[in-house]
C-alpha cells in the first residue's frame, strides 16, 4: 500500500477554512484516498474517500489533482470543534480490501477561538 | 441502531497478567477489526475477522489472539501483558470483509503497571 505524508500539525482560527495536504507518490491506479478525523479518547471516524477530481460532502471537500500523487482535505469555516487529528490513507478498491488501514500519525489540527 | 460498542472502558492489569476486550459491531455488520492505538500514534492493525474467520493478522506476537461469535461480536485476548501493551484498542465494525468504510468505537483504553 502507498505510503502518505502529510504534516504533524497546524494550528488555525475559528471561522477559517483549513487545507491538509497528503502527499501518497507511489499511490496505484486502484487505490482509493481516505481521510478519516479523530478526537481525543474517541476511535476515527471516516470524513471523505475519493479517487480522482474532486468530491464534497456536508463535512468537507477532497481535491486530488490528475496525477493523484497528492490530495487536499478543505475544511470550511472551521470551529473549535474540528480541534483533532486527521489522518490521510490510501486504501485499495472496495472489492480487494482486507479490512486492513494503515494509519500514519496524522496532521494534528488545533483551532483557536 | 446502536454504534460500535466496546467493553470495558477502562482497564488496569499488571504485567504478565492477561486480559480479555469485547466488541460488538452495528447491527447487519459481518466483520470487525482490532487495531492498537499507542499514545502519539495512529492506530496500527491487529486482526480481521469475518463470518468468525481471520481474515488478516498485522505484526503482532502471538501473545495476542481473537475471535468472532456466531452472533459476529468479537473479543480480543492479550496474554502475559507488557507495559508496551498499554494502548487505546479500538474495535471497527465492517459491512464485510472487503469495505474500507469502517466504524469505529470508543475503545478501550487499557493500562498495564
Known amino acids: 500500500l502507498a505510503k502518505t505524508t502529510q504534516p504533524i500539525s497546524m494550528d488555525s482560527y475559528e471561522g477559517q477554512e483549513v487545507n491538509i495536504t497528503c502527499s501518497h507518490n507511489?499511490?496505484?491506479?486502484?487505490?482509493?484516498i481516505t481521510w478519516y478525523q479523530q478526537f481525543p479518547s474517541q476511535g476515527p471516524r471516516f470524513i471523505i474517500q475519493g479517487y480522482k477530481t474532486k468530491v464534497t460532502n456536508e463535512v468537507a471537500s477532497l481535491f486530488i489533482p490528475a496525477d493523484r500523487k497528492s490530495s487536499t482535505l478543505s475544511l470550511p469555516r472551521v470551529s473549535l470543534s474540528d480541534t483533532a487529528v486527521y489522518y490521510c490513507l490510501v486504501v485499495l478498491d472496495r472489492s480487494s480490501n482486507t479490512g486492513k488501514l494503515i494509519f500514519g500519525q496524522g496532521t494534528t489540527l488545533q483551532v483557536k477561538p | 441502531d446502536a454504534g460500535v460498542t466496546q467493553s470495558p472502558t477502562h482497564l488496569i492489569k499488571t504485567r504478565g497478567q492477561h486480559v480479555t476486550l469485547r466488541c460488538s459491531p452495528i447491527s447487519g455488520h459481518k466483520s470487525v477489526s482490532w487495531y492498537q492505538q499507542v499514545l502519539g500514534q495512529g492506530p496500527q492493525f491487529i486482526f480481521q475477522?469475518?463470518?468468525?474467520?481471520?481474515?488478516g493478522r498485522g505484526n503482532f506476537p502471538d501473545r495476542f489472539s481473537a475471535r468472532q461469535f456466531p452472533n459476529y461480536s468479537s473479543e480480543l485476548n492479550v496474554n502475559a501483558l507488557l507495559l508496551g501493551d498499554s494502548a487505546l484498542y479500538l474495535c471497527a465494525s465492517l459491512l464485510t470483509s472487503s469495505y474500507n468504510e469502517q466504524f469505529f468505537g470508543p475503545g478501550t483504553r487499557l493500562t498495564v503497571l
Open positions: 507511489n499511490i496505484a491506479t486502484n487505490d482509493y
Open positions: 475477522y469475518y463470518e468468525k474467520e481471520e481474515r
